[in-house]
């Protein structure tokens, strides 16, 4: 019967759900102890530059090394983060690694290539930003344009004004801000030409859609034209094949992040990477 049907499927999301706490229960359970073991470990990805290929910076994305459940993705545990209040206090320690990592390179004599972190809407409102950087760039004896911040698209919708100020500060402070993952929400144009950042990340969607229309393509280019207008620099994210190169060259992208030039790794790696490479030296 039909009500037989409902109670089935009642019983199935039930537990679906009851699963679902449980999992996130013990993340929480768990996460202060996995910050004070160091279990949140940063991974490198590069950004290169299409014209010549070389790497021009890297972004640094946050994994969880867990003893038991092995290497976990952001995605499993960051939009619970962000939900709990939990975020700034593992940003902190993300962004620590990456200026940790920039000072170790300059003692190697490595490259001197910038490193992206992510910055959630939470570190904004709910944290002194500037004071908490500004501590980072004397403790590590860092510039801070060695320093991108990456500001997710969807942040920039709650209080514009606010998010206006604060970018405009850290970029007289002469930190680089990036936009993340533009054209995946629902913010506007009206609000990119408003935002004063320097980098636009261009969301992996438009490149990924299959198949790739010429709609998108245009609008791909309209985007980077209109950016390349406002003397933004675009990164195209989620690069996975030879073609998408190719039509982001043919539209006027000049930089790229993605799986087919190279995954997120972990630090050691990238530095055996980059003295592979050549880097463009800033
Ligand atoms: P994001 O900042 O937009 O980072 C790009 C994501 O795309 C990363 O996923 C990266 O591994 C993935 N990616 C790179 N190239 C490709 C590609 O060619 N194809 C595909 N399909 N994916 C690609 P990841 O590392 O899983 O991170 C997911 C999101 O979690 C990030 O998106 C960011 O919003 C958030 N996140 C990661 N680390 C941190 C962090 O330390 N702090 C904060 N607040 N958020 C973080
Ligand atoms: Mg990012
Ligand atoms: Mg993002
Ligand atoms: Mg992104």
Redesign the pocket.
Known sequence: SIKGQYKKYFAYYDDVLRSKLLQEQKIVDSMESALADGE?E??L?PKYRIRDRRMVGA?????WNHPEWGLQ???VF?PL??RNGF?TR??QS??DQACAVLQDWKKQGLPDLPIS????RA?IYHMDLTDTLSGLMRRYGLNPSSLHL?I?ESAYTENPQQIIDTVSHLRELGYIVEM??FGSGYSSLHMLCKMPVDIL?L??KFI?SEPATLVNQEIMRFIINLAHLMSLDVVA????TAEQLDRLREIGCEYV?????A??MPVKEFEQLIKKESCDMR
């Open positions: 949140f940063i991974y990805q972004e640094a994305l946050v994994r993705s952001p995605a960051i983060f962000e975020i593992l940003d993300v962004w972190v992510n910055v959630s570190d990456e997710t993340d993952d990340k969301d992996m990924q994210e989620g690069v996975e992040q993605g799986y087919y030039l995954k997120p």
